[in-house]
């Protein structure tokens, strides 16, 4: 990676800031992508102090990229999947009954948001456009300088510390996805996660599956490519062509038939019988 001098020493001193951290992040493997200035962009952002979001397909990396992101700054990493029920307290945190010499007492138990800004953590918010427009208003004060959140749980304003950052991930078009609004898109840096392909591919599935096999890492790269035709295409959706559902396929086709991996792995997790047998007769070319 090509990194300027300046950012290094930015990476360094989050090193260093979090070096005796308790909470490291554990990872198998890390991001792998023919486009190196993705990683790099990537750090040079948050190294500024940017919110970054990860826009792309879905199994395409942006978690793993996330996570080698929190592992290279050594950085503890929170995490909020987004749904349509996600509320204030998912985000903020909930108050509870707790004891102190004897007697109840309501505790505020922090949440994702609160724990990363009072720890200068980084906050990973995955498929940020599934939650409901009227609750991600919540963050924009998070998002922008001013770093700050007023906490209504508390009745306190909780302002990040140092090193605090923003990682987002997002599945535009998506079943169940809205889009996101402007004025919350326009705090973020966006960097687009392509789909993992070709020799890229083959690392990654030696990297990352017990698969030992080349010759049915190739094929798999293949299916991977004739896959990834087929959603852009619209003939199959994105979730066919997802490398962690290709990752649990190359390890089920380590102790069983390819083509029952991939119909285990891959295809039965469709809802449409015209989707799985496309998916299938894709295999069946490169698998007898």
Known sequence: MNIPAEIKNLIEERQIAFSNTE?????K??????????????????SLGKNVLLKGPTGSGKT???????????????????????????????KTI??????????????PVIKAMNQGHLLYIDEINMAKPETLPILNSVLDYRRMVFNPFTG?????????????AINEGYIGT??????????FVVI?????????????????????????????????????????????????????????????ATYMPPLRAVQRGIADKLEEEREKAAVMNIAQTLFV
Not at 100 to 111: A, D, L
């Open 178 to 187: 809205v889009p996101l609004n402007e004025a919350l898109k326009n705090r």
């Open 192 to 252: 687009e996660v392509p789909y993992v392909q070709g020799n890229t591919l083959k690392e990654v599935l030696s990297n990352e599956s017990i698969l030992k096999d080349n010759t049915k890492i190739e094929k798999f790269v293949m299916l991977s490519e004739d896959l990834i035709t087929q959603v852009r295409n619209g003939q199959i959706p994105e979730e066919a062509a997802s490398i962690r559902a290709l990752i649990d396929t190359c390890d089920l």
């Open 64 to 94: 793993k990229l996330a996570e080698t992101l929190s592992n290279i700054f050594k950085q503890p990493m929170h995490s909020i999947n987004c749904s349509v029920d996600m509320d204030a307290e998912a985000l903020l945190g909930f």
């Open 156 to 168: 306190t304003v909780e302002k990040a510390i140092n090193h605090f950052g923003v990682i987002a």
């Open 29 to 46: 493997g890390g991001f792998i992508s023919a486009n190196d200035y993705i990683l790099t962009d990537a750090l040079i952002a948050l």
């Open 98 to 111: 707790g004891q102190e010499n004897g007697k109840n007492t309501i505790e505020f138990v922090p949440g």
């Open 23 to 27: 909470k490291q992040v554990p990872l």
